[in-house]
């Protein structure tokens, strides 16, 4: 059983910086891929990017490459988005990767 609780969303102007958390609980293994994805209103949710739990390989779509960091700090991984553009409004969520555990969600709003 896996927990995940994500938190930091707001709302920010276009070319500014939030950070977003997601408080892990339960039983994560080394080799677990954490991940952040989003969806936009009509869209399908999209992954955006992701951490190895054990080793802290990241990975990143191209769309925010550049702009987002995935990282992690003990039982929380944050994702810090940077030079924020409209284009990345959207409900944010946290991921075990290749599982069925999913945050409640965070709502991010760029305004222009």
């Known amino acids: 059983q896996v927990r995940l609780v994500e938190s930091g969303g707001g709302l920010v102007q276009s070319g500014g910086s939030l950070r977003l958390s997601c408080k892990v609980s339960?039983?994560?293994?080394?080799?677990?891929?954490m991940g952040w994805f989003r969806q936009a209103p009509g869209k399908e949710r999209e992954f955006v990017a992701g951490?190895?739990?054990?080793?802290?390989t990241t990975r990143y779509a191209d769309s925010v490459k550049g702009r987002f960091t995935i990282s992690r700090d003990n039982l929380t991984v944050l994702l810090q988005m940077n030079s924020l553009k409209p284009d990345d409004t959207a409900v944010y969520y946290c991921?075990?990767?290749?599982?069925?555990?999913w945050g409640q969600g965070t709502q991010v709003t760029v305004s222009s």
């Open positions: 991921n075990r990767l290749g599982t069925l555990y």
């Open positions: 951490i190895r739990w054990g080793t802290e």
């Open positions: 339960g039983v994560i293994f080394s080799s677990d891929e």
